[in-house]
Every structure is written in structure tokens, then in C-alpha cells.
């Protein structure tokens, strides 16, 4: 039998035993609790949300600045054609020919929309690098990226399908899917683009300020017209859409019919947006459907506010009320007083800003005023001066309602005319606002031009039977200009040339433009028997 003594020695190493065995249950169950710490915190790596927000983030960093950018090249980031004006591009939407018009590119959403889907795509190949996880230990299997891009009112949403499997020992993580809304005004400023397009096509003009005055300053439209073009700038917050209508040059072309044949229409049922003047295979390339017919329904998906004035209340400019405008001159206008490089322009108020718009370049348009209620209202409109020439009546002449003329009643045959049967009685119709005439550039040169309206007018002389006559077209003062080679055009009878400034019947002059800017022409008519 065990002493007292033993017992106790027998009982505490029984109880270091049962602490011992405490001990390491407890570390075992702890080391347990570590290991799913350390899943745990594996998992905290590749939770969704989190890896979602990282190719999240590189969705929009690449899409950002291409969505913007292709507002800025008039709907195609595959766009060329483009003229530069006051430091801008201006890309065209539509590209003229002769005696069809303005052809329309038809850039369509869809077409937008596909653009988008290549260039990011492009863009997540360099951002999205997965390679910093395998760095990690990680293993990841990444399928094919897809990009589907919607140009909605107010956005533009980006979804990417990319199948991505991640896995690290038992860890195993499944993603798929990703979606980012990017806040851009792009489809509301393209819907306007359409509409303005589709009334310069078909009317040859759009009314941009009466467009603000009607819905406030929403977008704010800038309208400029270097020749022959026209080219808009729309803006609404940090947003922009550029584009330029490529306009056709008709200075050279006088006496011939400004003809335009619309080639059909182009429609796209899912924003009801149409495009006028459109290529069938154009169009049906870019989603739309072509007709000859013009479709019913061309509003488009964006709706546009009413008056959007702060509070309200619309400022009014200096000298004009809010929705007024005005026409400007820069020289004394009509009647034939217009001077050769002068130019119209309108004038308008719109919530406190003053907007300045050219009418056409070379007086091809005028602005003309009108009361609208009790607004002052102004518009560029073309210059109807075309027949005037041949009009035979006063009536005729001046019947506004179809041209820009004036009779002259007080024209008459002077020394030596007066004795010949040649008439001004039914030549009295001319130009109320002359029109301005172009040489050089990508045009004929101004011997060439000068050289085909004397040859036109030479048949007249021919009554001038019994006279000797000599026509001059030279520079004033009789410099010889050299760019063009000698700058001296003469029809009839050379020995005349020292008559000048003695006999002449009749003196004119026309400004051409050179390297050096305007250089004065003398047009001299010496008649002698």
C-alpha cells in the first residue's frame, strides 16, 4: 500500500498530465483557428468586390478619354477627312458632291458603339495585368475579353465579359462579369449633331440660336462658317462634340443650277434617329435601314428641356434681350455698295452671352432682319443674286420673294453707245448685294477666271460695229503681278493702250487674294472710232 506521500507525488503527475493534454487540445484547436485566419485572409485578397473594383478601375481609366475623344471627331475615331479652324479640328460628317449635296457618313450608335468595343478592348489588354497575382502564388485562368459598349441619353455603360477562374490550394475563386456607368453626355449631344445635320442636308441651314433660346443654354451650340464649310461645336458640362459639314464651292460655278438629289434616307429603328442623304450600302453597314422614302419618325431618343435659365430667369446682354439677335455689317451694304472682302454676320444673346455667327464668305449669304412677336430675330439666308441679269422687267426683278435684285432706271448708253441700237432697257437688273468672287487656291487662277467672264461677254461687242474697243483686266497701277505668271488680259485693239486715262467708257475694280493679302484689279473698257 502507497504511503500519503506517494500518493500525492502520484496524484500531481497525473494532474501534469491532464494539463499537458489540456494544453495541446487547446494549441491544436488554435492552430485550427490560425490556418482558417490565414484562409480567411487569402479570401480577403480575391473577394469580388474588390477584384471587381480593379478591372473596374481599368475599365474606366481606358474608356474615359475614348469616349471623349470620339465626341471630339464627330462620332468615328476612325475619321480623316477634317478641316481646322481658330485651333480646332472639325471632322466631317458629311462630304459634299456635285449636284447631290452633302453626302451623310450615317454615323449611327451602333457604328459608335462598335468602335468603342475594339479600341478598349485594345486598351484592357495593356491595363488589366493579372500577372501580379501569379506573383502571389496564385494560379488564374483567363478566358476571352468581350466588350459591349451602350451609348445610352446620359451614359455610356461598358460591360466586359471576361471569364476569369482563381484558385490558390483549396481556395477557389469564379468571376465573370463586369459593368461600369460612365457619366458622359455623349448620346444626347449626338442626337442633337443628327438633327443639325439633317436640316443643313435638307435646308441648308439650322437656326442654333432660336434651338437655345427655346431650350436654354442645356447645350450650348457655337456655329462658324469658314467657306464653303460650316462647323458646330456643342457643349454640355466637361462634354463636346465636334463636327464640320463639308460645303461646296459654287464662286466659279455663275450661271450654272445649284442642283441637289437626295440619294436616299438611312434609319435606325432602335433610337430612331435618321440620316438624310445616305448611302444604301453605308447605311446598312452601319445597323440603319435605307429607303428612298423619308421615314415618319426622326426624333431620336433624347429629350430635350424647356427653358433652363438659372431660377428661371433669363439674362439679357447689353443691347439685346434674352433670345434676340441681330444682323452686323463690317461695310456699307446693299445696292451694290458692298466692298469687295466685306462680309454679314448675326448677332445673339442667349441667357446673357452674346453669340457671333458669319453669314457665308463671299456674300453667298445675307443676314435679314424680322420681328417675331417682339423679339428681334436675325438669320443668315442665301444671296438669291444669281438671274438677276436676266430679268427684263422691274417687276420681275424685284419680286423678293425668289431673288435678291434691284432696277436701275436711271442706266443709259453713253458716248459712243448712245448712237447704236443696243439697248439698257431691258438690262437694268442687277444684284441688290453684289457677290464676292474667288480666284486662286484649289480654284481656277484669276487669269483663268478673268479670261472666261470677258469671253463670255465678248458676243455684246459685237454691235460695236465701227469702233475699235480694247478691254483691259490688270493689276491698279499697272503693276504686273508675278505668282500667276504676267497679270495683264487684254481683248481688241492693242494701239489703244495709249487712250488710257484719256477715252474710257467704263472702269471697275475686283480684289484677288495673294500670299500678301488683297491686291486691287483695274478693269478698263476704252472705245474709240
Request: proline share 3%; with cysteine.
Amino acid at each position: 500500500m502507497l504511503n500519503k506521500k506517494s500518493q500525492v507525488t502520484l496524484f500531481m503527475i497525473l494532474g501534469f498530465v491532464l494539463l499537458v493534454i489540456a494544453g495541446f487540445i487547446f494549441y491544436m484547436q488554435n492552430l485550427e483557428g490560425t490556418k482558417k485566419d490565414i484562409v480567411e485572409k487569402q479570401k480577403i485578397a480575391f473577394e469580388p468586390q474588390k477584384f471587381n473594383a480593379y478591372v473596374e478601375s481599368c475599365i474606366s481609366e481606358v474608356s474615359n478619354p475614348l469616349v471623349k475623344e470620339i465626341g471630339l471627331k464627330a462620332g468615328s475615331l476612325d475619321f480623316q477627312d477634317k478641316r481646322a479652324y481658330e485651333g480646332k479640328s472639325y471632322y466631317y460628317m458629311c462630304k459634299n458632291e456635285k449636284d447631290i449635296g452633302c453626302i451623310n457618313s450615317a454615323v449611327t450608335r451602333d457604328s459608335m458603339e462598335k468602335e468603342l468595343n475594339i479600341k478598349i478592348k485594345e486598351g484592357l489588354e495593356i491595363c488589366l495585368d493579372l500577372g501580379l497575382f501569379d506573383a502571389q502564388g496564385y494560379n488564374i485562368k483567363a478566358g476571352e475579353k468581350e466588350v459591349k459598349t451602350t451609348i445610352a441619353v446620359d451614359s455610356v455603360i461598358v460591360d466586359l465579359n471576361y471569364p476569369i477562374e482563381i484558385t490558390k490550394g483549396d481556395f477557389k475563386l469564379d468571376l465573370n462579369k463586369f459593368r461600369v456607368d460612365l457619366k458622359h453626355e455623349l448620346g444626347r449631344l449626338y442626337d442633337l449633331a443628327v438633327q443639325i445635320l439633317n436640316s443643313e442636308i435638307e435646308n441648308s441651314s439650322f437656326q442654333e440660336d432660336e434651338w437655345m433660346h427655346q431650350h436654354g443654354h442645356e447645350i450650348e451650340i457655337e456655329k462658324h462658317k469658314p467657306y464653303p464649310d460650316v462647323v458646330y461645336s456643342l457643349k454640355k458640362d466637361n462634354d463636346g462634340f465636334l463636327f464640320a459639314i463639308h460645303g461646296e464651292d459654287v464662286i466659279n460655278r455663275i450661271g450654272e443650277p445649284i442642283l441637289k438629289e437626295n440619294i436616299g434616307y438611312c434609319h435606325t429603328e432602335r433610337d430612331n434617329n435618321c440620316y438624310f442623304n445616305s448611302e444604301e450600302a453605308k447605311c446598312n453597314s452601319n445597323g440603319g435601314l435605307w429607303s428612298l422614302e423619308k421615314p415618319s419618325n426622326c426624333k431620336g431618343i433624347s429629350t430635350f428641356s424647356g427653358m433652363n435659365c438659372v431660377d428661371g430667369n433669363c439674362s439679357d446682354c447689353y443691347d439685346l434681350r434674352h433670345g434676340e439677335s441681330v444682323c452686323l455689317y463690317d461695310a456699307i451694304t446693299g445696292r451694290g455698295f458692298d466692298p469687295a472682302g466685306s462680309r454679314y454676320f448675326k448677332k445673339s444673346c442667349i441667357d446673357g452671352r452674346e453669340y457671333l455667327t458669319e453669314c457665308a464668305d463671299y456674300r453667298q449669304e445675307i443676314c435679314a432682319e424680322f420681328k417675331d412677336g417682339t423679339r428681334k430675330r436675325a438669320l443668315c439666308r442665301a444671296n438669291r443674286w444669281w438671274d438677276c441679269s436676266k430679268q427684263g422687267t422691274k417687276d420681275d426683278c424685284e419680286n423678293s420673294e425668289i431673288r435678291d435684285c434691284y432696277w436701275i432706271d436711271w442706266l443709259y448708253k453713253a458716248t459712243p453707245f448712245a448712237q447704236l441700237p443696243y439697248g439698257f432697257e431691258d438690262k437694268r437688273c442687277v444684284p441688290f448685294v453684289s457677290p464676292g468672287l474667288k480666284c486662286g487656291g484649289s480654284g481656277p487662277t484669276c487669269n483663268q477666271l478673268a479670261e472666261g467672264k470677258i469671253a463670255a461677254y465678248m458676243p455684246e461687242f459685237e454691235q460695236l460695229k465701227g469702233y475699235r474697243y480694247l478691254l483691259a483686266v490688270e493689276p491698279e497701277d499697272f503693276v504686273t503681278l508675278t505668282d500667276e505668271g504676267l497679270y495683264s488680259i487684254e481683248y481688241g485693239d492693242k494701239s489703244l493702250r495709249d487712250l488710257r486715262g484719256e477715252r474710257f467708257v467704263a472702269t471697275g475694280k475686283i480684289q484677288r487674294p495673294s500670299s500678301t493679302g488683297q491686291q486691287t484689279l483695274s478693269i478698263t473698257l476704252i472705245v474709240a472710232k
